[in-house]
Protein backbone atom coordinates (compact mmCIF):
# COMPACT_ATOMS: atom_id res chain seq x y z
CA UNK A 1 0.00 0.00 0.00
CA UNK A 2 1.71 3.35 -1.00
CA UNK A 3 2.05 6.84 0.40
CA UNK A 4 -0.67 8.23 -2.11
CA UNK A 5 -3.48 4.96 -1.31
CA UNK A 6 -3.24 6.52 2.89
CA UNK A 7 -3.58 9.98 2.10
CA UNK A 8 -7.09 9.31 0.41
CA UNK A 9 -8.59 7.48 3.12
CA UNK A 10 -10.82 9.47 5.70
CA UNK A 11 -9.29 7.45 9.04
CA UNK A 12 -12.19 8.06 12.24
CA UNK A 13 -10.23 8.34 15.63
CA UNK A 14 -12.34 6.33 18.55
CA UNK A 15 -13.33 10.05 19.97
CA UNK A 16 -14.27 11.48 16.43
CA UNK A 17 -16.74 8.17 15.48
CA UNK A 18 -17.94 8.42 19.23
CA UNK A 19 -19.07 11.75 18.68
CA UNK A 20 -20.59 10.60 15.36
CA UNK A 21 -22.91 7.84 16.41
CA UNK A 22 -23.71 10.37 19.18
CA UNK A 23 -24.97 13.16 17.15
CA UNK A 24 -26.86 10.31 15.19
CA UNK A 25 -28.78 8.93 17.87
CA UNK A 26 -29.45 11.80 19.58
CA UNK A 27 -30.89 13.44 15.91
CA UNK A 28 -32.70 10.47 15.13
CA UNK A 29 -34.34 9.70 18.12
CA UNK A 30 -36.90 12.39 19.10
CA UNK A 31 -37.95 12.75 23.11
CA UNK A 32 -39.80 8.95 23.93
CA UNK A 33 -41.02 7.08 26.93
CA UNK A 34 -39.74 4.04 27.80
CA UNK A 35 -41.19 1.20 30.38
CA UNK A 36 -38.83 -1.00 32.47
CA UNK A 37 -37.76 -2.60 35.68
CA UNK A 38 -34.94 -0.54 37.58
CA UNK A 39 -31.42 -2.17 38.08
CA UNK A 40 -27.89 -1.60 38.97
CA UNK A 41 -29.20 1.67 41.19
CA UNK A 42 -26.65 4.33 41.74
CA UNK A 43 -26.95 7.77 43.43
CA UNK A 44 -23.42 9.22 43.68
CA UNK A 45 -22.60 12.41 45.96
CA UNK A 46 -23.06 14.65 43.11
CA UNK A 47 -26.88 13.81 43.21
CA UNK A 48 -27.09 12.53 39.77
CA UNK A 49 -29.13 8.76 39.13
CA UNK A 50 -27.60 6.56 37.47
CA UNK A 51 -29.71 2.98 37.06
CA UNK A 52 -30.17 0.21 34.22
CA UNK A 53 -34.12 -0.46 32.68
CA UNK A 54 -34.49 -3.89 31.83
CA UNK A 55 -37.79 -5.86 30.63
CA UNK A 56 -37.60 -9.96 30.28
CA UNK A 57 -35.10 -9.73 26.87
CA UNK A 58 -32.69 -6.92 26.89
CA UNK A 59 -31.59 -4.10 29.18
CA UNK A 60 -30.69 -0.18 28.63
CA UNK A 61 -28.33 1.90 30.68
CA UNK A 62 -29.72 5.08 32.02
CA UNK A 63 -28.91 8.49 33.78
CA UNK A 64 -31.17 10.65 35.55
CA UNK A 65 -29.09 14.20 36.35
CA UNK A 66 -29.57 16.04 38.95
CA UNK A 67 -31.77 19.12 37.47
CA UNK A 68 -34.22 16.35 36.51
CA UNK A 69 -34.73 14.21 39.53
CA UNK A 70 -34.85 17.00 42.47
CA UNK A 71 -38.68 17.06 41.82
CA UNK A 72 -39.17 13.39 42.02
CA UNK A 73 -42.64 12.51 44.23
CA UNK A 74 -40.86 9.17 44.61
CA UNK A 75 -37.94 6.96 45.44
CA UNK A 76 -37.00 5.08 43.41
CA UNK A 77 -35.67 1.44 44.07
CA UNK A 78 -34.58 -1.65 42.78
CA UNK A 79 -36.88 -3.77 41.04
CA UNK A 80 -39.05 -1.03 40.99
CA UNK A 81 -41.32 -0.60 37.57
CA UNK A 82 -41.09 2.88 36.38
CA UNK A 83 -42.05 5.12 33.04
CA UNK A 84 -39.47 7.50 31.95
CA UNK A 85 -39.02 10.34 29.48
CA UNK A 86 -36.08 11.02 28.04
CA UNK A 87 -33.48 11.41 25.10
CA UNK A 88 -31.06 8.32 23.16
CA UNK A 89 -27.78 9.36 23.80
CA UNK A 90 -24.54 8.00 24.03
CA UNK A 91 -21.44 8.53 26.63
CA UNK A 92 -18.47 9.34 24.38
CA UNK A 93 -15.72 8.19 27.38
CA UNK A 94 -16.59 4.73 27.08
CA UNK A 95 -18.77 4.48 24.04
CA UNK A 96 -21.86 3.26 25.66
CA UNK A 97 -24.82 3.79 24.16
CA UNK A 98 -27.43 5.18 27.17
CA UNK A 99 -30.97 7.00 27.49
CA UNK A 100 -31.08 10.45 29.46
CA UNK A 101 -33.90 10.62 31.87
CA UNK A 102 -35.88 14.07 32.03
CA UNK A 103 -39.21 12.94 33.88
CA UNK A 104 -39.73 9.11 35.54
CA UNK A 105 -42.88 7.99 37.45
CA UNK A 106 -44.58 4.65 39.26
CA UNK A 107 -45.92 2.79 36.81
CA UNK A 108 -49.14 0.78 37.37
CA UNK A 109 -51.01 1.22 41.00
CA UNK A 110 -48.43 3.85 42.61
CA UNK A 111 -48.85 6.08 39.73
CA UNK A 112 -52.92 5.71 39.92
CA UNK A 113 -52.94 6.13 43.78
CA UNK A 114 -50.90 9.32 43.28
CA UNK A 115 -53.30 10.83 40.82
CA UNK A 116 -56.03 9.84 42.73
CA UNK A 117 -55.06 12.19 45.84
CA UNK A 118 -53.74 14.99 43.46
CA UNK A 119 -57.46 15.08 41.75
CA UNK A 120 -59.28 14.41 44.95
CA UNK A 121 -57.11 17.37 46.92
CA UNK A 122 -57.72 19.97 43.81
CA UNK A 123 -61.88 19.03 43.61
CA UNK A 124 -61.85 19.33 47.45
CA UNK A 125 -60.51 22.54 47.23
CA UNK A 126 -62.88 23.76 44.90
CA UNK A 127 -65.93 22.78 46.73
CA UNK A 128 -66.91 19.61 45.35
CA UNK A 129 -67.35 17.46 48.10
CA UNK A 130 -68.93 20.22 50.18
CA UNK A 131 -71.90 19.11 52.48
CA UNK A 132 -73.79 22.14 51.07
CA UNK A 133 -74.31 20.74 48.01
CA UNK A 134 -75.16 17.39 48.79
CA UNK A 135 -79.15 17.07 47.68
CA UNK A 136 -81.15 15.01 50.22
CA UNK A 137 -82.57 11.22 49.01
CA UNK A 138 -86.42 11.18 48.85
CA UNK A 139 -88.41 9.14 51.23
CA UNK A 140 -90.26 6.82 49.02
CA UNK A 141 -88.59 7.19 45.37
CA UNK A 142 -91.12 5.87 42.92
CA UNK A 143 -88.50 5.20 40.08
CA UNK A 144 -85.19 4.22 40.58
CA UNK A 145 -82.04 4.51 38.26
CA UNK A 146 -79.47 2.04 37.82
CA UNK A 147 -76.73 3.08 36.05
CA UNK A 148 -74.23 0.40 35.73
CA UNK A 149 -73.04 -2.96 33.88
CA UNK A 150 -76.43 -4.87 32.95
CA UNK A 151 -74.07 -8.01 33.28
CA UNK A 152 -72.56 -7.43 36.11
CA UNK A 153 -72.97 -9.28 39.60
CA UNK A 154 -73.85 -5.19 41.05
CA UNK A 155 -77.09 -5.59 38.95
CA UNK A 156 -78.17 -8.93 40.51
CA UNK A 157 -77.70 -7.64 43.79
CA UNK A 158 -79.69 -4.25 43.62
CA UNK A 159 -82.42 -6.16 41.75
CA UNK A 160 -82.30 -8.77 44.89
CA UNK A 161 -82.32 -6.07 47.50
CA UNK A 162 -84.98 -3.80 46.24
CA UNK A 163 -87.11 -6.35 45.33
CA UNK A 164 -87.24 -7.54 48.65
CA UNK A 165 -87.27 -4.49 50.28
CA UNK A 166 -89.75 -2.35 48.49
CA UNK A 167 -90.91 -3.85 45.08
CA UNK A 168 -93.66 -0.55 44.51
CA UNK A 169 -90.54 1.08 42.93
CA UNK A 170 -89.84 0.81 39.30
CA UNK A 171 -86.28 0.41 38.21
CA UNK A 172 -85.43 1.72 35.28
CA UNK A 173 -81.17 0.38 34.14
CA UNK A 174 -78.98 3.17 32.59
CA UNK A 175 -76.52 0.48 31.29
CA UNK A 176 -72.84 1.24 30.61
CA UNK A 177 -69.11 -0.48 30.85
CA UNK A 178 -67.44 -0.36 34.48
CA UNK A 179 -63.89 -0.54 33.41
CA UNK A 180 -61.45 -0.66 30.23
CA UNK A 181 -61.04 2.00 27.45
CA UNK A 182 -64.12 4.24 26.94
CA UNK A 183 -65.54 3.37 30.26
CA UNK A 184 -65.20 6.36 32.18
CA UNK A 185 -66.71 8.68 29.12
CA UNK A 186 -69.63 6.35 28.95
CA UNK A 187 -70.29 6.57 32.44
CA UNK A 188 -70.29 10.18 32.29
CA UNK A 189 -72.97 10.55 29.27
CA UNK A 190 -74.98 8.40 30.86
CA UNK A 191 -75.35 10.46 33.94
CA UNK A 192 -75.73 13.65 32.13
CA UNK A 193 -78.77 11.49 29.87
CA UNK A 194 -80.46 10.62 33.09
CA UNK A 195 -80.30 14.31 34.63
CA UNK A 196 -81.75 15.42 31.23
CA UNK A 197 -84.50 12.83 30.64
CA UNK A 198 -85.37 13.59 34.91
CA UNK A 199 -87.23 10.10 34.65
CA UNK A 200 -86.20 8.83 37.79
CA UNK A 201 -86.26 10.48 42.14
CA UNK A 202 -82.81 8.78 42.54
CA UNK A 203 -79.74 7.02 40.63
CA UNK A 204 -77.50 5.07 41.59
CA UNK A 205 -73.83 4.52 40.35
CA UNK A 206 -72.99 1.05 41.28
CA UNK A 207 -69.94 -1.36 40.62
CA UNK A 208 -68.54 -4.80 42.33
CA UNK A 209 -65.21 -4.46 44.17
CA UNK A 210 -61.26 -4.61 42.19
CA UNK A 211 -58.37 -3.08 42.05
CA UNK A 212 -57.53 0.38 42.07
CA UNK A 213 -57.08 0.21 38.69
CA UNK A 214 -60.25 -1.95 37.58
CA UNK A 215 -62.02 1.28 39.41
CA UNK A 216 -60.28 4.17 37.77
CA UNK A 217 -63.25 4.87 35.61
CA UNK A 218 -64.99 6.20 38.65
CA UNK A 219 -62.13 8.50 39.46
CA UNK A 220 -62.39 10.32 36.03
CA UNK A 221 -62.55 14.92 36.52
CA UNK A 222 -65.23 14.84 33.69
CA UNK A 223 -67.75 11.92 35.71
CA UNK A 224 -67.12 14.03 38.69
CA UNK A 225 -68.36 17.42 37.86
CA UNK A 226 -71.38 15.76 35.96
CA UNK A 227 -72.19 14.10 39.65
CA UNK A 228 -71.63 17.52 40.93
CA UNK A 229 -73.58 19.46 38.60
CA UNK A 230 -76.75 16.88 38.22
CA UNK A 231 -80.21 17.22 39.66
CA UNK A 232 -81.33 14.00 40.83
CA UNK A 233 -79.93 12.67 43.88
CA UNK A 234 -76.86 9.97 43.35
CA UNK A 235 -75.81 7.31 45.65
CA UNK A 236 -72.48 5.84 44.95
CA UNK A 237 -72.19 2.12 45.72
CA UNK A 238 -68.59 1.85 44.17
CA UNK A 239 -66.47 -1.76 45.23
CA UNK A 240 -66.53 -2.55 48.54
CA UNK A 241 -66.28 -0.90 52.04
CA UNK A 242 -62.61 -0.77 51.87
CA UNK A 243 -62.88 1.18 48.42
CA UNK A 244 -63.16 4.62 47.65
CA UNK A 245 -63.56 6.99 44.22
CA UNK A 246 -63.88 10.23 43.49
CA UNK A 247 -67.40 9.99 42.76
CA UNK A 248 -68.03 8.30 46.45
CA UNK A 249 -67.04 11.58 47.34
CA UNK A 250 -69.52 13.85 45.08
CA UNK A 251 -72.23 11.75 45.42
CA UNK A 252 -75.25 12.73 47.65
CA UNK A 253 -74.51 9.83 49.41
CA UNK A 254 -71.80 6.82 49.54
CA UNK A 255 -72.81 3.42 50.51
CA UNK A 256 -70.31 0.91 51.48
CA UNK A 257 -71.51 -1.62 48.51
CA UNK A 258 -74.38 -1.68 45.78
CA UNK A 259 -76.18 -3.22 47.99
CA UNK A 260 -75.93 -1.13 50.76
CA UNK A 261 -76.92 1.71 48.17
CA UNK A 262 -80.12 -0.65 47.52
CA UNK A 263 -80.88 -0.16 51.01
CA UNK A 264 -80.56 2.92 51.45
CA UNK A 265 -82.65 4.75 48.99
CA UNK A 266 -85.82 2.60 49.83
CA UNK A 267 -88.47 2.19 52.66
CA UNK A 268 -88.63 -0.99 53.99
CA UNK A 269 -91.84 -2.66 53.23
CA UNK A 270 -92.93 -3.83 56.40
CA UNK A 271 -92.00 -0.63 58.27
CA UNK A 272 -94.15 1.60 55.35
CA UNK A 273 -97.29 -0.81 56.74
CA UNK A 274 -96.77 -0.05 59.80
CA UNK A 275 -96.33 3.41 58.74
CA UNK A 276 -99.70 3.29 56.91
CA UNK A 277 -101.21 1.33 59.86
CA UNK A 278 -100.39 4.16 62.09
CA UNK A 279 -101.89 6.72 59.29
CA UNK A 280 -105.28 5.29 59.73
CA UNK A 281 -105.36 5.41 63.49
CA UNK A 282 -104.64 8.98 64.06
CA UNK A 283 -107.21 9.81 61.24
CA UNK A 284 -109.53 7.83 63.41
CA UNK A 285 -108.48 9.03 66.13
CA UNK A 286 -108.72 13.18 64.61
CA UNK A 287 -112.38 12.16 63.72
CA UNK A 288 -113.61 11.23 67.41
CA UNK A 289 -111.43 15.22 68.38
CA UNK A 290 -113.58 16.54 66.32
CA UNK A 291 -117.20 14.89 67.13
CA UNK A 292 -116.08 15.83 71.21
CA UNK A 293 -114.92 19.29 69.93
CA UNK A 294 -118.57 20.35 68.12
CA UNK A 295 -120.20 18.10 70.94
CA UNK A 296 -118.37 21.19 73.32
CA UNK A 297 -119.42 23.82 71.46
CA UNK A 298 -122.94 22.49 71.05
CA UNK A 299 -123.26 22.25 74.46
CA UNK A 300 -121.59 25.69 75.46
CA UNK A 301 -124.14 27.17 73.08
CA UNK A 302 -127.07 25.54 74.22
CA UNK A 303 -125.95 27.16 77.94
CA UNK A 304 -126.01 30.50 76.37
CA UNK A 305 -128.97 30.78 74.85
CA UNK A 306 -131.54 33.71 76.10
CA UNK A 307 -134.54 34.43 73.64
CA UNK A 308 -135.58 30.74 73.77
CA UNK A 309 -137.03 30.84 70.28
CA UNK A 310 -134.44 33.10 68.15
CA UNK A 311 -131.53 30.75 70.05
CA UNK A 312 -133.23 27.80 68.82
CA UNK A 313 -133.00 28.87 65.23
CA UNK A 314 -129.97 29.79 65.47
CA UNK A 315 -128.60 26.10 67.03
CA UNK A 316 -130.77 24.37 64.48
CA UNK A 317 -128.87 26.30 61.66
CA UNK A 318 -125.39 25.91 63.48
CA UNK A 319 -126.17 22.15 63.78
CA UNK A 320 -127.02 21.82 60.16
CA UNK A 321 -124.10 23.49 59.54
CA UNK A 322 -121.82 22.16 61.00
CA UNK A 323 -123.15 18.31 60.40
CA UNK A 324 -122.77 19.36 56.35
CA UNK A 325 -119.07 20.28 57.31
CA UNK A 326 -118.20 17.12 58.87
CA UNK A 327 -120.06 15.22 56.05
CA UNK A 328 -117.44 16.52 53.45
CA UNK A 329 -114.98 16.07 55.46
CA UNK A 330 -115.93 12.84 55.83
CA UNK A 331 -116.27 12.34 52.47
CA UNK A 332 -112.97 14.57 51.06
CA UNK A 333 -110.81 12.98 53.69
CA UNK A 334 -112.27 9.05 54.10
CA UNK A 335 -111.94 8.79 49.82
CA UNK A 336 -108.43 10.10 49.63
CA UNK A 337 -107.36 8.20 52.39
CA UNK A 338 -108.68 4.75 51.23
CA UNK A 339 -107.18 6.01 47.66
CA UNK A 340 -103.98 6.13 49.04
CA UNK A 341 -104.01 2.92 51.07
CA UNK A 342 -105.65 1.51 47.72
CA UNK A 343 -102.87 2.46 45.79
CA UNK A 344 -100.16 1.27 47.84
CA UNK A 345 -101.58 -2.04 47.93
CA UNK A 346 -102.09 -2.49 44.61
CA UNK A 347 -98.30 -1.09 44.19
CA UNK A 348 -97.69 -4.18 46.74
CA UNK A 349 -100.09 -6.88 45.38
CA UNK A 350 -97.93 -6.93 42.08
CA UNK A 351 -94.78 -8.01 44.24
CA UNK A 352 -96.39 -9.76 47.24
CA UNK A 353 -98.23 -13.00 47.95
CA UNK A 354 -101.99 -11.95 46.87
CA UNK A 355 -103.21 -13.54 50.13
CA UNK A 356 -101.37 -11.41 52.24
CA UNK A 357 -102.54 -7.95 50.33
CA UNK A 358 -106.22 -9.28 50.23
CA UNK A 359 -106.20 -9.95 53.82
CA UNK A 360 -105.24 -6.12 54.37
CA UNK A 361 -107.19 -5.06 51.73
CA UNK A 362 -110.40 -6.65 53.34
CA UNK A 363 -109.00 -4.87 57.01
CA UNK A 364 -108.96 -1.92 55.25
CA UNK A 365 -112.78 -2.01 54.14
CA UNK A 366 -113.59 -2.84 57.46
CA UNK A 367 -112.26 -0.06 58.91
CA UNK A 368 -113.41 2.52 56.36
CA UNK A 369 -116.62 1.03 57.11
CA UNK A 370 -116.15 1.16 60.43
CA UNK A 371 -115.07 5.02 60.68
CA UNK A 372 -118.53 5.72 58.64
CA UNK A 373 -120.76 4.16 60.76
CA UNK A 374 -119.28 6.00 63.83
CA UNK A 375 -119.76 9.33 62.19
CA UNK A 376 -122.92 8.60 61.09
CA UNK A 377 -124.25 7.45 64.54
CA UNK A 378 -122.70 10.40 66.18
CA UNK A 379 -124.69 12.27 63.56
CA UNK A 380 -127.51 10.67 64.44
CA UNK A 381 -127.01 10.83 68.53
CA UNK A 382 -126.60 15.24 68.03
CA UNK A 383 -129.57 15.43 66.10
CA UNK A 384 -131.46 13.26 68.83
CA UNK A 385 -130.10 15.75 71.82
CA UNK A 386 -130.87 18.68 69.74
CA UNK A 387 -134.53 17.05 69.19
CA UNK A 388 -135.10 16.42 73.19
CA UNK A 389 -134.06 20.51 73.63
CA UNK A 390 -136.26 21.73 70.64
CA UNK A 391 -139.18 19.52 73.24
CA UNK A 392 -138.13 21.10 76.42
CA UNK A 393 -137.59 24.89 74.59
CA UNK A 394 -141.73 24.43 72.93
CA UNK A 395 -142.73 23.39 77.28
CA UNK A 396 -141.20 26.69 78.28
CA UNK A 397 -142.51 28.92 74.80
CA UNK A 398 -144.51 31.77 76.31
CA UNK A 399 -146.69 31.20 73.76
CA UNK A 400 -147.57 28.35 75.49
CA UNK A 401 -148.89 30.08 78.31
CA UNK A 402 -151.81 32.04 76.39
CA UNK A 403 -153.56 29.01 76.05
CA UNK A 404 -154.73 28.86 79.88
CA UNK A 405 -156.35 32.63 79.78
CA UNK A 406 -153.62 35.05 79.51
CA UNK A 407 -152.55 37.99 76.79
CA UNK A 408 -149.39 39.23 75.53
CA UNK A 409 -150.22 43.56 75.32
CA UNK A 410 -147.99 45.46 73.18
CA UNK A 411 -148.33 48.73 71.78
CA UNK A 412 -146.49 51.51 69.07
CA UNK A 413 -144.91 50.68 66.15
CA UNK A 414 -142.32 48.29 67.44
CA UNK A 415 -145.11 46.12 69.49
CA UNK A 416 -143.43 46.95 72.40
CA UNK A 417 -144.59 44.60 75.20
CA UNK A 418 -146.22 46.16 77.90
CA UNK A 419 -145.17 45.63 82.07
CA UNK A 420 -146.23 48.77 83.23
CA UNK A 421 -148.97 51.10 82.83
CA UNK A 422 -146.68 54.12 82.85
CA UNK A 423 -145.96 52.74 79.33
CA UNK A 424 -149.06 54.01 77.60
CA UNK A 425 -151.53 56.85 77.85
CA UNK A 426 -155.32 57.00 77.12
CA UNK A 427 -156.40 57.06 73.91
CA UNK A 428 -153.11 54.69 72.34
CA UNK A 429 -153.88 52.02 70.48
CA UNK A 430 -152.64 48.44 71.93
CA UNK A 431 -152.56 44.84 70.59
CA UNK A 432 -153.91 41.84 72.69
CA UNK A 433 -152.45 38.18 71.58
CA UNK A 434 -154.71 35.47 72.78
CA UNK A 435 -153.28 32.19 72.54
CA UNK A 436 -155.77 31.82 68.87
CA UNK A 437 -156.06 35.37 67.23
CA UNK A 438 -155.30 39.10 68.12
CA UNK A 439 -157.28 42.00 69.45
CA UNK A 440 -156.89 45.67 68.77
CA UNK A 441 -158.49 48.22 71.07
CA UNK A 442 -158.10 51.76 72.61
CA UNK A 443 -157.01 52.70 76.63
CA UNK A 444 -160.05 54.23 77.33
CA UNK A 445 -158.73 55.13 80.99
CA UNK A 446 -154.87 53.84 82.68
CA UNK A 447 -154.96 53.13 86.33
CA UNK A 448 -151.94 53.52 88.11
CA UNK A 449 -152.66 51.51 91.08
CA UNK A 450 -150.31 48.50 91.31
CA UNK A 451 -152.70 46.75 93.97
Not at 38 to 50: D, E, F, K, V
Not at 53 to 72: I, P, V
Not at 80 to 104: A, K, N, S, T
Not at 202 to 208: E, H
Request: charged share 25%; net charge neutral.
Amino acid sequence: MNESTQTQRDIYTVSRLNQAVRGLLESHFPLLWVSGEISNLARPRSGHIYFTLKDSSAQLRCAMFRGFNRHLGFQPREGMEVLVRGRVGLYPERGDYQLIVEYMEEAGEGALRRAFEALKQRLSVEGLFDEQHKQPLPEIPKRIGLITSPTGAALRDLLSVLGRRFPAAEILIYPVPVQGAGAAEALTRMVQLANTRQECDVLVLARGGGSLEDLWAFNDETLARAIHTGTIPLVAGIGHEVDFSIADFVADQRAATPSAAAELITPDQQELRLYVGQLESRLSHRFQQQIETHKKNLQWLTRSLRHPQLRLQDLAQQCDQLGLRLHRAVQAVLPQQQNRLLTVNGRLEQQAPGGRIRTHRLEVERLGHRLTELAGNQMVSRRNALSRLDHTLQALNPLKTLKRGYAIISHGPDQQILRDTRDIKAGEHFDARLAHGLLRGIVQEVDGDEN
